[in-house]
């Protein structure tokens, strides 16, 4: 068994420190696998590098990713930078032989998502993205629920994701407004909602989308107002297999919301929900319950729920996001090292991509579209 792993990270921004604290945290977290050796460093200028390499324990720093992409030591690399550089940063990775961790949405176009798709698969190297919140103890455990048949049938799934970092309409213009970062919500936000779907159910069918823009405008640094580019709300209908019907609503101008993503699954026999920013617990009906005393009940996370094991032996006490990091991580060098891991790779990556597309589509085009 491999003993150690050459990590390069690229980016330090929210994703890039979660992503340094995942590389620092896992071997003490799970104890098994290579230890993740933190070799290099990139930022946009030399200096941002080096101080950030201090800070997240790496060796060499640099102001040019392509000299990450080129040090023989690196392995696996970590692409943290804003959506527009994933191609193009990950296709140079995977050419170079790297593995690669590449954070949400795989890409901007959908071209450049087939490129990456086709690139891992040429490098045969492992290509994994960063949908953190499939990582959860209780996702899983959602997923024992529906294979032991305790909801019944699913006839009915509703997703909702809604945070307010877009709310205020004099927040200022930056990248995730301007149309090279995507459509907006759809693909910023509807992504990880579609990777619950896409570990519980697998993709949509057909879709229907509407998209729209709370604020024409925003202010600039330079004190002018610009047009922004992308809609910040999302409103999708969608079809499962064997015609289970969906609703997903999607927002990141909803004052209040800090990290809600809501799942309810309606089934037969009963109903689950689950909200991200109560993750450590799900809330489930079961019309087998005692009819004196119907009503939803709440699991909390604890030890029973693997991998919440491996961070805390006391149940109740709660995983954190950052945490959840840690466990993708931990999937990546499973899959690294040719075992079974629960990742969306840049393969499984592609569907949802082609996903968020269709849906973009329909609203272009005012009409249902079926995915292949
Ligand atoms: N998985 C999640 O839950 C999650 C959450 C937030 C963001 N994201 C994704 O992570 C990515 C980054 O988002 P963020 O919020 O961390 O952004 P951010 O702006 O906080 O960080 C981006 C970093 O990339 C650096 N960077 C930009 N261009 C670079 C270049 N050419 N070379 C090296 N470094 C460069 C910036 O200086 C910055 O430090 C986005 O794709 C975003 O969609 C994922």
């Not at 004190?223 to 922004?228: L, P, Q």
């Not at 969608?238 to 999607?250: R, T």
């Not at 809330?283 to 004196?292: E, F, G, I, N």
Request: with cysteine; charged share 25%.
């Amino acid at each position: 068994m491999k003993t150690s792993i050459g990590v390069g990270l690229i980016g330090t921004g929210y994703m890039g420190k979660c992503h340094a604290l995942a590389w620092n945290g896992i071997k003490a977290v799970f104890g098994d696998g290579p230890k993740p050796v933190l070799v290099h460093l990139a930022e946009v200028n030399a200096e941002i590098a080096r101080k950030k390499a201090d800070e997240f324990g790496f060796d060499k720093s640099t102001g040019d990713w392509r000299e990450l992409i080129g040090d023989p030591a690196v392995e696996v690399v970590s692409v943290t930078t804003p959506n527009a550089f994933h191609a193009e940063m990950a296709i140079a990775a995977l050419e170079a032989g790297k593995h690669v961790w590449c954070e949400k949405p795989m890409a901007v176009a959908l071209a450049d998502a087939e490129r990456m798709a086709a690139a891992a698969k040429a490098a045969s190297r492992v290509a994994v993205l960063g949908y953190n919140y499939i990582q959860n103890p209780l996702i899983r455990q959602i997923g024992q629920i529906l294979a032991d048949d305790t909801i019944g049938t699913v006839n009915h799934v509703r997703l909702e994701m809604d945070e307010d970092f877009m709310a205020d309409p004099e927040a200022l213009f930056y990248w995730k407004s301007e149309a090279s970062s995507g459509y907006g919500a759809l693909d910023d936000f509807g992504v990880h909602p579609l990777s619950l779907l896409q570990v519980l159910f697998g993709r949509p069918t057909k879709v229907f989308a509407h998209l729209s823009k709370p604020y024409a405008d925003r202010p600039t640094r330079e004190g002018t107002r610009r047009a922004v580019e992308t809609f910040d709300i999302a409103s999708v209908l969608f079809e499962l297999g064997e015609g289970v019907s969906g609703v997903m609503a999607l927002d990141r101008s909803a004052w209040g919301r800090k990290g809600r993503i809501v799942l309810q699954i309606f089934g037969s026999k009963g109903t689950i929900v689950f909200d991200q920013e109560r993750f450590n617990e799900l809330q489930l009906y079961v019309t087998s319950d005692r009819p004196t005393e119907l009503g939803f009940r709440t699991i909390l996370a604890a030890p029973q729920h693997a991998p919440y094991d491996r961070f805390i032996p006391a149940p109740g006490h709660g995983l954190g996001f950052n945490d959840l990091k840690i466990i993708e991580c931990h999937e990546l060098l499973k899959r690294i090292a040719g075992q079974d891991a629960r990742v969306i790779d840049f393969d499984i990556g592609l569907g949802i991509e082609r996903t968020v597309h269709a849906m973009a589509q329909s609203h272009h085009e005012q009409r249902w579209i079926n995915i292949a």
